[in-house]
């Protein structure tokens, strides 16, 4: 092997010094597919970066992006749709672990991931990939993974930055948000993960946000990811999001991948000579992919080794911890398949030919694949088992379905026959043609076949247990009420098959929950009526309403609510307690404003795990706001019997909207519901507190109105002064109140315009607005216009 050339971070003032600006343009772009530019002359080696979330994709031999050779062998964990379930960053800690392991061993400098878009539509093809609907559990959850993977001394490239939630149009869609939406849903997941885990990059995503494209947006890349949040290392394209790439460099993007053969370096280089482009730029850029290489170099150094039996032992907890029971009547599960073995009949091809990862740039070559079958076979089970449907051609390749030549018609008769007077395992999913990176699902149902099956076999057997293998929330609405119980595995990864096992048999009780609300129908969803688009353009109309802040909004029913998951045993909630302490001035965004605690105790037989979770509701809020939103959560293990106080704090951040007027975080004053409970429509704790804040004047602008002048501590009485006369028709409590709301909602500007005052004249307003008036600012994203 050839010694690796090195250079550490304190070279590159001396390195950049050396460098060409050809050359320097030259590290602004991929040597390759996966690696970063080589500048042999100066000793600095190309480092790999590749994918992905939930697994190591690295493409043995020669590579290209459509993952036409081979992977190298890597454990395959569950994708993030299922991690979100667990609730559990100490867990996502210890799966970042064993994924930098992997990376580290494998010469990769970079793991692409992971992505946290909001889940704005149920039907996005990426789902499987993205945590959840909440920005504050992908949040959470994003940040321990990345802590975990940058431990073991890689890095993690946190995508796709930013409004990349849908497939359709991806490369140039149009998202059209509005600015407190952007800041409250789809920007502090990537806010969280910057400040408190500081990734070593951010993937910006392909499609314009409010008319520019994310690859060279300033305000998202510059303004509010460096200056903002603090960002300190490299920001690279999604692979072929680049637009304008000298635009692209002056708005903050470091590195574009995979390489442009040449031909935007050779741009950079022209618009620096032509005066376009400040050299200084493409130094910033060339010094963040130099540093970020110097990283990874000490790690790279020293591989280490990767223990592939243990790694599958951790997906197997994995998946475990996944899965999430939704029903379960009359416990129907756990099944004592040791002793009713002959009782028991396992239906559906996906539990022969599992459904473990999505399809697209995050496909992983498994290092060994369990699937129910083979786990109950491993131990020395023998249940009898029927495909009951076909599955595509393309999800079986040579697998054992493939040889099968009974059509889905007799594949059903003979699973119902053997389901008779039976309990009936009955795996079904979605196939991976419904769900993939690239596109996006046109519904939300399983299968045809699968449905018919499932109806038929819950005719006839005693009880029917459902097991679901997919990626993205599928609609239940229409077939629920035929199963006895349902459990979600998502896409499971390699162990999944085995981890199905432990639950049903119930060697491990399932702990999940849902990260994502699972509507009734898909009608209900507000952003529907904006998905995914038209003409190029996505106008989330919906704006802060997504997921179950939605569902919540519009009353709609669910199949399942957000943060809802069954386990073996039952829970009490008791003893809310709320404290809460004034905002002020002083108050710090981390700060706690207000401190939580509730008692959990587990009320049924066996030991299981209760995820309390905290939401807030301000139900005299003079804003569009979710009737409530997760603030807090926990996850709590429970011996039958045991009885845990659980405390949590929200801080003044957990607690602010983002006003647009004054673009910044404010806490609004005024009454609080705090309520707590197993799932965002299961709430048995509230209490209502009120909250004190300073009231922060709003900026006054010529087109103010005359009540919001009124309303500010020192314009306010100035403007009365002024005008006494104006002050009298102006009284809410005088005598004609209708008078004085129909003058106070006027602009202050139309005062002298309409001659309701001789007092007030052009000239009064001007000297009232050199005191207390701003300039009107313009909106959302500068880098574009607003929605
Ligand atoms: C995907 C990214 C991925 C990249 C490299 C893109 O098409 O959107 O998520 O990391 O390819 O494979």
Known sequence: MTQRPTFTEADIPRILAELTLAEKASLCSGQDFWHTQAIERLGIPAVMVTDGPHGLRKQAGETDHLGLNASVPATCFPSAAGLASTWDPELMVRVGEALGRETRANDVAVLL???????????????FEYFSEDPHLAGELATALVRG????????SLKHYAANNQETDRMRVDARVDERTLREIYLPAFETVVRRAQPWTVMCSYNKVNGTYASQHPWLLTQVLRKEWGFEGLVVSDWGAVDDRPAGVAAGLDLEMPSSFGINDARIVAAVEAGELDE?????????????????????????????????????EVATRTAVLLKNDDGALPLDLDSSAGSVVLIGELARTPRYQGAGSSQVNPTRLDSMVSALAERGLSIPFHPGYRLAEADVPGGAGAADDRTDDQLREDAVAAARGRTAVLVLGLPAADESEGFDRTHADIPASHRALLHEVAAVAERTVVLLANGAAVALAEWESQAD???ELWL????????????????????????????????DIPAQLNFPGENGVVRYGEGLFIGYRGLDAMAAEVSYPFGHGLTYTSFGYSDLAVETLEVTETTEASDAVVRVSLD??????????????VYVGRPASALARAPRELRAFARVELAPGERSTVRLELTRRDLSHWDVRRHDWVVEAGPLVVAAGASSRDLPLQAEVDLAAPSAPIPLTAHSTIEEWLNHPEAGPALLAQVEELGAMLDPDGADAATAAFLGAMPIVKVPMMGLSQAFTVETLEHLLGRFGEHERPGATEGGASA
């Open 280 to 316: 200084a730029d493409v130094s910033t850029a060339a010094a963040r992919v130099l540093r970020m290489v110097a990283r990874s170099l000490p790690a790279l150094a020293k591989p280490g080794s990767v223990d592939a039996e243990a790694h599958h032992a951790l997906a197997r």
């Open 492 to 523: 499971g990864g390699q162990a999944g098959g085995s981890a199905a096992i432990d639950l049903i048999s119930g060697d491990v009780a399932p702990s999940g929950r849902l990260a994502e609300a699972i509507a009734t129908r898909l009608t």
């Open 485 to 487: 119980a349902i459990l």
């Open 113 to 127: 991931g992971p992505g946290v878009n909001m889940k704005r539509s149920p039907l996005c093809g990426r789902n």
């Open 600 to 613: 959990v105790t587990n009320t049924g037989p066996r030991a299981g795990v209760a995820v309390p979770q």
């Open 149 to 156: 993977i940058q431990s073991q001394g890689v890095g993690t």
